[in-house]
């Protein structure tokens, strides 16, 4: 049976939550303070990427893999957009720009014969194939961008179809030319 008197029970939790409310403001003002930041009227500055640093003169292999890069502007998925040139400071290299950002870009085939552009930074990466590009966060590994389509994959794709067309009404001819049993 509990023998503590109902008033000094009172007392006691008075005291415990006095004690809290003087200690408050003690580790209130020990902790971090964080000015809130100023809103501005105006948009921000977007900060160009760091210079970046020469990167190894080109291999035969990249000098090779530069020649099968498809260059120019390309059209995106939703209306985006990013264009793909030859880099005028450092031979058998590429400038990818996307939106606000640029890429120095060393190509590279694949065992697949796809070419990369392998951004010097690490932080993309451009797969093209024969009918489309699509540009990767390497770091976040989503994609930026895909469903790019240059002027030259417009081309090839265009060729196929009408290829496949082609074949097709060969076929139908072939086969319309077989003796019937």
Known sequence: MNTTHPTRRSALA??????LFAAAPVAMAQAPTHKPLAKSHHKAAVAKPAEVAA??????DQIAAATQVYYGAYACELNDKLSVTASPKYPAYVELRHGKADYLMKPVV???GAIRLEDVRGEALMVQIANKSMLLNVKTSHRIVDDCVSSKQRELIEASKASKAASADLLKT???ALPSK
């Open 110 to 112: 694949s065992s697949t």
């Open 55 to 60: 990167p190894a003169a080109a291999d035969a």
């Open 14 to 19: 008075i005291a415990a939550a006095l004690a």
């Open 174 to 176: 072939n086969v319309a």
